[in-house]
């Protein structure tokens, strides 16, 4: 059974002056698979919500069905029961204002440079003149620190770069969800570190709402203000709890290992018990 929220931190969220209304709410939502084989249900009677500028963390052990929450709500597979929904309107497929960075690193056309590479979207969601495109792909090539590096092609990158580049097209786009899916998870471990740090910094000047996917414990606590842990295969809600409180800083702090424990006992632990 999904421990209380309630009995593991107080609900901050709904009442920090940084998060503003309801945005994204999954309601009871199944997802499943259907190979020529057989039947793979990914996620059983998945319920959450996600308010405004918050971070929120889906956490849970490998094919818990993370990834395939992230493309429901992206609205590439629907799901077979219970429903998704971007500001009161039903998600019926993908749309300009959910915008997904992946982990692989191919995920920019290598023969556009990176400043194409970010004006791109915009011009095919007809959102602004070329020149007007272009101002927003430098002031967010600029943010995400590789303003120098527009005329560049993604080959002459380094992953952290190329990653950097998926983040500020994704900005570009000012989606009203950003949606993350392990972004970091291909990179070595300082800059990992580095990139969740760029990423708040990003999020404390921009305010964007963000669901991210990880299956890092330590990641979830840093990079969330929410995090909501779903069991093994397949993923149900196990817990939600708050985790605002926590930075890069907090990492060698006893407050912080004792969350990291307490959630793998939770993720991992007291399912065996069952
Ligand atoms: N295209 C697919 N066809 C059939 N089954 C799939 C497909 N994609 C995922 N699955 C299955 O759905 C379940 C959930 O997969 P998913 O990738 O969403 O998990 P995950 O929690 O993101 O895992 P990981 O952290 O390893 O990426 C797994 O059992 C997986 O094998």
Redesign the pocket.
Known sequence: MAANPQALYSRQAETDASTSGKLLSAKNVT?E???PERL????HDVSFDVYGADRFVLL????????????AVAGFIEPVAGSIEIGGERVRGPGADRIVVFQEFDQLPPWKTVVQNVIFPLRVARKLSRAEARERALHYLDKVGLAKFADAYPHTLSGGMKQRVAIARALAMQPRVLLM??PFAALDALTRRRMQEELLRLWSDERFTLLF?T?SIEEALIVGNRILL?TP???RVRAELNSHQYTQESMGRGEFQQSVARIHRLLFEEEIAQ
Do not use: I, N, Q
């Open positions: 997802l698979y259907r190979t793979v249900r990914a996620t849970g052990p490998s094919g818990c069905g993370k990834s395939t929450l992230l493309k899916d392990e996917v299956h779903l295969h397949p993923g």
